[in-house]
């Protein structure tokens, strides 16, 4: 079973420098992000979303309003057929000192220990360094989504292979499933 962890910020809703999303109705899409989910979904994927929102502990916004931003995602995508296993958010400010927030890869390992997971069967994509670090950290295949933070494009982790978006990474895995 194949299994896909995503970043959020970036990736699914628009980048946004210095900011944060502060309601539901702040969340803006990135075009094609919900057709992307579908070919995974089509591909058998297992999607897992893994996103910082310091904003919580920084008391921009409270867990009640990231429970109603998760509920309207989950809401939005279930019409469309897609269910996500899990929506995985660190709290924290760097201060903090946790041990979930990317580049640290706790999230990425308690999502591996509850669900079992063979860390061959596993990706995590994401806009930032901070997501290439963390799946480097939990020793996971990592690839680079140029949809959001900027410093991503002019990134030196020519290791790393990198997608424009989420749409085209799912394309890419459903045409190399093709004869
Ligand atoms: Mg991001
Ligand atoms: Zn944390």
Redesign the pocket.
């Known amino acids: 079973m194949p299994h896909i962890f995503i970043d959020r910020d970036g990736v699914l809703n628009e980048y946004l420098s210095k900011d944060y999303v502060k309601s539901p109705q702040e969340w803006v899409w990135i075009p094609n992000a919900i057709k992307g989910l579908k070919i995974l979904k089509e591909l058998n994927y297992k999607i897992y979303i893994v996103s910082n929102q310091s904003c919580i502990n920084r008391k921009i916004i409270s867990w009640k309003t990231i429970n109603a931003i998760n509920s309207q995602l989950r809401r939005q995508l279930l019409k469309e057929k897609i269910y996500i296993e899990e929506i995985i958010i660190?709290?924290?400010i760097n201060e903090?000192l946790?041990?979930?927030?990317k580049p640290k890869p706790?999230m990425l390992n308690t999502l591996m220990q509850i669900y079992q997971m063979d860390k061959q069967d596993i990706f995590f994509a994401g806009d930032s360094i901070s997501d290439l670090d963390a799946g480097k950290n939990a020793n996971i295949k990592v690839v680079g989504l140029a949809s959001g933070n900027p410093n991503m494009a002019t990134s030196k982790r020519t290791n790393i292979k990198q997608y424009k978006s989420l749409y085209r990474l799912a394309r890419q895995l459903q045409g190399s499933l093709k004869p």
């Open positions: 660190c709290p924290h903090d946790c041990s979930c927030r706790g």
